[in-house]
């Protein structure tokens, strides 16, 4: 992968309020006697109450008091501050405090009465009250700053104030802030993550990417801001380690709040009714009312997540036992909440405490949802365990294929005994042992997996047998005597909902790899309602290939917004639990190949090549190296698409699909170095090997590539591959229309199809769509000028596409 450190050439950080904004600013302030600006912390809230009332071109000079916690107690303490000639008792009631107040106050020079109250929520009643109302009669201009939760405790300050509300940065902000320090587009995934990571707030922002870039856990891979590849484990996790906390050291307080706050760190966060009744109510409200913690619909949690995360690596293994002696058995409703699970088993770890089967299962379920394999490992670990077996085989069996350890898993296996397996944990071992070397005790195994004394147990097992031989089965054809097979499998009643997902998500494949694109969208889209819909937690061994199979699928029917949308979702394990993502850069780098986005495109690929340096798990590296090799050769890099297409042929792979995509892809790159007879060669049996195992939409796109290549000659094993498509959709009903008009010399309509295809986004095809017309129409009068025109406009990123005359 090519990558850079940022920052040796980077702009500073833009300013977080333009000069124009500090104008419209200080203009409510000219209208007004007071003004509040509202934000949490890190959004410049202090900053920019300075600005407006101290960069005032008459040169105010400024009085300004910085709140802490604790004065609310201390009766006209603020005001002592700003005024320390003024001399009142405690007991001096409002009326005697004001008229001493405006008294001292228009003893002042006129330039010298704006006065600025930081944290005004922290200032003490009294003053607040009595400064407001010296405001409202115009002998004094007041600037303060609150916390938005504490905006409601606030009337007399409010009453007499214009409010400019400082809400967190959106995606668009951060991109823009980002490519105006490090001079490089910020990829999406980047700009997701630190929103979550820092709340939008633009001085955790500005504390996080600056060390992220130093660290080099963010780089520039051919000028995008990414996630450095090289450090994927808990990428998030660490981005929140860089910014030390501000927030806990201000709140200050008692053994209380203390607990309060290290538990709620410890376990992510806490079910606000089960902490009111385990833990000091008064400590609760402190950490809300200061913006610590916030209440989000019963759930108590850190307003920074960056902040939880810090306390929790910095958290001394001493005090962390401490806590787990008093606490750890008190709050069963939290325990039971999504995502808490995985934060609980790493407490239980550092304190050198077992973890329950129930603990260890859940816990390597959302490391692996999260892409975080090595702790899926570690959680299912025999020696971090309450009993002596092997606990949450399904997730441990995952974890081990994500990282490649195909001995440990062989080992595992050969440790168990299928009677204990579930009917979900029984299919990745029933395809382990079909997957060995045929002996004698292969199928004694597999018999014994699935034999029961009762019936009806051992019709399911066998189901699972059998949804284990299909699903291999996909890997290498289609077809539908396949199709039906899964079909019937999908409807029999014989699955668990997991694996019935799976025979789902499998019978979309089929589908798809036999050209019918509805419908293999409709049967991922069910697996996905079975997973997501369903009371349990779905694991990622379902819920990763469902989606990856939707993502495909939606490509494939050219319903490329949906598509982008699903990887979205697919990729979301760094935040939440919606998918490990473990194919996003691929995935990515396919939809941006079929819209034309070059330089995305570009980066997903070499995403996707740095994750595959040790292992390649799905098999995918050849293709990706063709696809890299397509797109360099679009942005004119001939020489490094020629070196990416010889390590590519190196990489084959086992599954056939995959492999044929890996060689119509090559092709496709070596057409657009201007090499057909190379492209010819390579597609040669391609498709006739993809029809004998019936992978009709392998079988269309090499015979397209070929006719695109070629020319006519080609046509009739096109015409062949797609003429009993019945009501075809998506890129295989493309093909047919593009057959047909192509065999009757329709010009007309294969504008109109390129035409069609750049509406919906399709730009690669509509490029190779248009360049065919070119190349067909050679005569002057054979297109219209403007046609023409057209038509080179959108045959430009396959400008170099060429076919032989016949």
Known sequence: ????????????WPPPFSESYVKDARALLERRPALVVVG????????????????DPDGTAVARHVAHHGEKDLRWFTVQQLLPRLDLAPDVDDRAAEAAVRAAVQTLPEHERTFVLTNAHLCDPASVRVLSRVAATGDLRLVATLAPETVISQPHLLGVAEVVQLLPLDSAAVTALLQTRFGAVPH??????????????YGVLREVCDAACEAGIIVAVEGVLVLNPDRTDATS????????????????????????????????????AEARRRLDPTAIDVAVAHGTLRDAAGWLRFASHAEATVLRRTMAPERQRELFDRWADQFPSTLDRPGVALLAAEW????????????????????????????????????????????????????FLELGALDDLATMFEGLDPQDLSEDELLPYVRWVARRDAGADQQDLLDRATSSADPQ?????????????????????????????LRALTFSARLSPGNRAL??????????????????????????????????????????????????????????????????DYSSGVLGLAGSGRMTAALRCLLDLVRGDVQDALVNARLCLAALRHHDPHQIRGRVEAMLALVLVQSGRHDEAHDLLEVSRTHTARRLQHDLERRITQACAHDALAEPEEALALLTGVAAEARSHQLRLAEIDACVLSVQIGGPPYLPQLIDAVDDLVEPVGTPAVWQTFARAAQAYDIPGLV??????????????????????LDMARRATDLRPLTRTRLQELADPVSHRHIEPT
């Open 503 to 568: 025979a789902f998500t499998a019978l979309s494949t089929a589908q798809r790899q036999s050209g019918h694109a509805d419908r293999a969208v409709e049967s991922a889209e069910f697996a996905l309602r079975l997973l997501l819909d369903g009371p349990d937690q779905p694991s990622a061994f379902h819920l990763d290939v469902a989606r990856e199979a939707h993502v495909l699928a939606l490509i494939t029917a050219l319903d490329l917004a949906e598509a982008d949308q699903a990887i979205t």
């Open 457 to 485: 147990a051992a019709r399911r097992r066998t189901a699972v047998r059998s949804l284990a031989g299909l699903v291999d089965r996909c890997q290498s054809e289609s077809g539908d005597e396949l199709v039906s097979e």
């Open 752 to 773: 109109a199809l390129a035409e069609e295809l750049e509406v919906r986004e399709a730009r690669f095809y509509a490029a190779a769509v248009a360049q065919y017309v």
């Open 188 to 201: 999406p995934t980047v700009v997701q993550v630190l929103l979550e990571r820092t709340a939008g707030s």
């Open 40 to 55: 949490p912390p890190g959004s410049g809230r202090n900053r920019l109450a300075a600005e407006i009332a101290g960069l």
């Open 237 to 272: 996790e660490r981005l929140s380690a860089l910014w030390a906390p501000e927030t806990v050291e201000r709140l200050g307080g008692g053994p209380a709040i203390a607990e309060l706050i290290d538990l709620t760190a410890l376990l992510g966060g806490l079910d606000l």
């Open 348 to 399: 239980w770890l550092a304190t050198d405490h077992p973890l329950s089967p129930e603990l260890a299962s859940r816990a390597a379920r959302e490391a692996n949802l999260a892409g975080r394999h090595q702790r899926a490992l570690a959680f299912t670990d025999p020696a971090h365990h309450e009993v002596d077996s092997v606990v949450a085989p399904l997730e441990r069996a995952y974890a």
């Open 1 to 12: 992968m090519t990558e850079s450190r940022q920052g040796q050439h980077a702009d500073p």
